[in-house]
């Protein structure tokens, strides 16, 4: 499969270079300038099908010509050592559990994926340098992922406040590939830096920067196979239309969803579950898509006001605008919504949900009771529920299962280097602790 720019369909480039170099000269972000029918790779499959099997038997087919069936198999063991798990609520609901990973958060799967591709594709002796902004778990699940790939360092930024979750025997002055470095401002200008840096091609070129965040689609590419797996877990029980709920925020996952229907994933819509920022309500209604300031809610990861993925589901839009009318509902959940989810799933089917997956099982359930009466949604928990122990356990009275290594994410760390939001500055704490 080759990949064109969200601006431009004749430039069209490499798996491998799309991976390593990450955006597009244009300025756009890359997608798939093709389509492949994944249908006789994964129709076949059953309930017994492992998710590094259902990897290592699909990525080839996507990826023909870069990864072969043995180096897909390597790249899939490397990477998943857990998988998703689908919970059959009742005959028209299902949660596909997304947080069984090592951070807790769906990240885990895109990001582990990301990392072992990465060490296969530079293979022997190539290297690369990865540039993530991130507010908390981001970081930490590029950090679980990258440690110790060789070839790569992980360049981890963070806004002022407190660097949590990471393990400083991997950082790069204790002979680790991971660097964290913390900036002197917002999470914005941690994401303005990554684009000087890109934009600086001399910059970008001595390091062989790309980056883990989702406008890498070696990141976004991966979560077309989770949406494959709740499939061959859940389609001999399956009697009318099926649907997912998706919680959205920076859209990877809605994206992802799509290009798994396109692939020849037999769903029959997508719901773009949103908090109280709503970004792309009006879009989907047909009307012209304005970024705003983000407002804080009980499901912060998502509460983004001007999506990085705006241009990816815009060229979506306009390959077929009338088709996805039909395809993507969306539906606002406020805070309100969100308790209320939290407290029912818990009540009815002994679940406990955090606030990102609790948006997506409140719009399951408007639409099951409105437009779709006979159909099943599979509703995607993004986040461990322990990691908001003291919401849930308010919520449902009950305290969420948690693990020593989920635990162990909540200690703080000093980061290696704090620095003003200046390229010079990045350049110079990055050469002086390679």
Not at 68 to 73: C, D, K, Q, R
Not at 377 to 389: E, F, M, R, W
Request: aromatic fraction near 10%.
């Amino acid at each position: 499969m080759e990949f064109s720019s969200t601006r431009s369909k004749e430039l069209k480039v490499s798996f491998r270079d799309a991976v390593l170099h990450c955006l597009p000269p244009d300025g756009g972000l890359y997608v798939p300038a093709s389509m492949v029918d994944l249908r006789p790779f994964f129709l076949y499959m059953d309930s017994e099908t492992t998710y590094p099997e259902l990897v290592a038997t699909v990525a080839p087919v996507l990826l023909q010509g870069e990864l072969n069936p043995i180096s897909a198999a390597r790249v899939a063991e490397s990477a998943f050592s857990f998988e998703p798990e689908l919970k059959r609520l009742d005959s028209n609901l299902s949660v596909l559990e997304l947080h069984n990973g090592p951070t807790g958060v769906f990240k885990d799967f895109g990001i582990a994926f990301l990392a072992a591709v990465m060490e296969e594709l530079l293979k022997p002796a190539g290297h690369a340098m990865t540039l993530t902004a991130t507010t908390g778990r981001t970081g930490v699940s590029v950090a679980h992922a990258f440690k110790g790939r060789a070839g790569i360092t992980a360049v981890i930024l963070y806004p002022e406040g407190h660097v949590r979750g990471l393990d400083p025997s991997t950082f790069v002055n204790n002979g680790g590939n991971i660097l964290p470095i913390q900036i002197q401002g917002t999470f914005d200008d941690c994401q303005r830096l990554i684009r000087d840096a890109f934009e600086d091609r001399p910059f970008a070129e001595r390091y062989g920067l790309t980056s883990a965040n989702t406008i890498n689609v070696g990141r976004l590419l991966p979560q077309v196979f989770y949406f494959l797996y709740a499939f061959i877990k859940i389609k001999k029980e399956l009697h009318g239309d099926l649907l997912f709920s998706v919680p959205s925020g920076n859209f990877g996952n809605l994206i992802a969803g799509l290009y798994a229907w396109k692939f020849g994933l037999p769903a029959n819509g997508f719901i773009a579950a949103m908090n109280a920022n709503d970004t792309f309500g009006d879009f989907f209604r047909g009307q012209s898509f304005v970024p705003h300031s983000p407002v804080r809610t009980l499901s912060r990861s998502m509460d983004v006001g001007n999506p990085s993925n705006y241009e990816r589901l815009a060229a979506f839009y306009n390959e077929a605008p009338a088709v996805m009318k039909h395809m993507v509902y969306s539906e606002r959940v406020d805070d309100e919504a969100t308790l209320a989810a939290m407290e029912r799933a818990w009540k009815r089917y002994g679940l406990h949900l955090d606030p990102h997956g609790a948006v997506g099982f409140a719009a399951a359930e408007r639409l099951l009771a409105g437009d779709i009466e006979d159909g099943h949604v599979v509703v995607l928990s993004t986040g461990h529920p322990a990691k908001y122990a003291e919401l849930v356990t308010k919520v449902t009275g009950k305290a969420p299962i948690s693990s020593e290594t989920l635990d162990n994410l909540q200690k703080e760390v000093a980061p290696v280097a704090v620095i003003p939001a200046r390229l010079d500055a990045l350049e110079s704490a990055i050469a002086g602790a390679l």
